[in-house]
C-alpha cells in the first residue's frame, strides 16, 4: 500500500473513532428512596445502548443497589470484589455485560459489605468507567452524603428523581436547596416519576415547590412498570410504545444532545458544603417549601 494510502486510511479510521456525542457522566439521585432511580437508570442505559453508544452502569447504592434485578443480571463480580482486589485491578474485570451491551459494576451483594466501598474507591470507579464509556449512569443512594455530593460534583447532569408525595416533594426541595449552594444546580434537572401520583400537590404548583423549571415527568404505570421491573427487562425494551419508555426517551434525547456541563473550580464540594454549616443556608426549614416564586434566592 502507497503512502498517500496509508495516510487516507489511518484518516478515515481517526474520524470514524471520533466519537460523536461527549463522554457523559449522569448521577442518578434521590431524596428518600423508592422514587424511580433504578428504574430510570436502566431504562436510560437500554436507550443509550440502542442508539450505539458504548454505555456503564455503576450501581453505587452500596447498601441496597437493585440495578443487577432491575435488569435480570447475575454477576460473577461486584464492586466489593474490585475493592478487595485494590485499585491495581481492572475495574472491566468486575463488571457484566448485559445481552443488550450495557456494562453494569454491581453494588455489594450484602449490605454489610458497604463499608469496605469508601468515597475515595467509589471515585475511582467512576473515573475509571467513565473513561471507557460515552454514557456513564451512576445510581446512588438516597440522601445526600459525602459520596453523592463528590459524584454530582463530577457528573455532567444530575437527575434528581422524586414523586409527587408531600415527603418527597419537601425532601427533593431541601435536596436542591443544599444542591443550588454548592452552586450545582445548573446541572440538575428533576424527574417527577409515578405522575399523577395521589398528592395534595397540584401538578401545576410543582415547579414553584421545587424552585426549578428543569422538569421532566414520567407516568405512574401500576401494571406494567413493576412487572418490567421484576422481570428485569427494562420497559423500553418490552414496550416501547407506551408513554412511559417515549417519555424516559424524550428525556434521553435531551441528555445526549443538551451538554449543560459547568465543572466548579475552586474548593471541593465537601469544602464547601462545612462552609454552608451554621449559615442562613442550613436553616431549610418546612415552611419554605410555601415560599412563592421569587423571594426565594
Ligand atoms: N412510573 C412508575 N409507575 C409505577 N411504578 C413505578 C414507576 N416507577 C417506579 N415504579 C416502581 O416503584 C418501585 C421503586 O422503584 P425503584 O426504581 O426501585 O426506586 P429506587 O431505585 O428509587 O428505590 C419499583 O417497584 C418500581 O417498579
Ligand atoms: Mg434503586
Same mark, same amino acid.
Request: charged share 25%.
Given at each position: ?123 475511582? &470507579?467512576?473515573?475509571?468507567? *467513565?473513561? =471507557? !464509556?460515552?454514557?456513564? #449512569?451512576?445510581?446512588? %443512594?438516597?440522601?445526600?452524603?459525602? /459520596? ?100 424516559? &426517551?424524550?428525556?434521553?434525547? *435531551?441528555? =445526549? !444532545?443538551?451538554?449543560? #456541563?459547568?465543572?466548579? %473550580?475552586?474548593?471541593?464540594?465537601? /469544602? ?26
Amino acid at each position: 500500500m502507497s503512502n498517500r494510502k496509508k495516510e487516507v486510511l489511518h484518516a478515515v479510521n481517526n474520524q470514524e473513532s471520533t466519537p460523536t456525542t461527549p463522554k457523559k457522566m449522569i448521577a442518578i439521585c434521590s431524596a428518600i428512596g423508592g422514587t424511580g432511580r433504578t428504574t430510570v437508570t436502566v431504562n436510560l442505559a437500554s436507550i443509550f445502548a440502542k442508539r450505539g453508544l458504548d454505555v456503564s452502569v455503576m450501581d453505587a447504592d452500596r447498601q441496597f443497589g437493585d440495578i443487577s434485578l432491575a435488569m435480570d443480571l447475575d454477576p460473577v463480580y461486584t464492586m466489593k470484589d474490585f475493592a478487595m482486589a485494590g485499585k491495581g485491578a481492572d475495574v472491566t474485570n468486575y463488571c457484566t455485560i448485559h445481552k443488550n451491551g450495557v456494562q453494569v459494576l454491581p453494588a455489594p451483594e450484602r449490605p454489610e459489605y458497604a463499608e469496605l466501598i469508601s468515597t475515595e474507591l467509589l471515585e475511582f &470507579m467512576w473515573s475509571s468507567l *467513565h473513561e =471507557v !464509556s460515552d454514557v456513564l #449512569l451512576v445510581e446512588t %443512594s438516597s440522601g445526600l452524603y459525602d /459520596q453523592s455530593l463528590q459524584l454530582m460534583e463530577q457528573a455532567d447532569h444530575i437527575l434528581l428523581v422524586t414523586t409527587g408525595g408531600m415527603a418527597a416533594l419537601k425532601n427533593t426541595r431541601l435536596m436542591i436547596e443544599t444542591i443550588e449552594a454548592l452552586d450545582l444546580k445548573n446541572k440538575v434537572s428533576v424527574i417527577m416519576n409515578q405522575s399523577p401520583a395521589p398528592s395534595v400537590i397540584k401538578p401545576s404548583e410543582i415547579a414553584n415547590l421545587l424552585a426549578t423549571d428543569s422538569i421532566y415527568e414520567l407516568p405512574y404505570d401500576i401494571k406494567r412498570i413493576p412487572l418490567s421491573f421484576d422481570n428485569g427487562t427494562p420497559i423500553v425494551d418490552s414496550i416501547p410504545t407506551c408513554e412511559f419508555s417515549k417519555k424516559i &426517551m424524550t428525556i434521553a434525547d *435531551h441528555l =445526549v !444532545s443538551n451538554n449543560r #456541563l459547568e465543572k466548579q %473550580s475552586g474548593n471541593t464540594v465537601l /469544602q464547601r458544603l462545612k462552609g454552608l454549616r451554621g449559615k442562613k443556608h442550613e436553616l431549610i426549614s418546612k415552611a419554605s417549601i410555601k415560599e412563592p416564586e421569587g423571594e426565594h434566592t
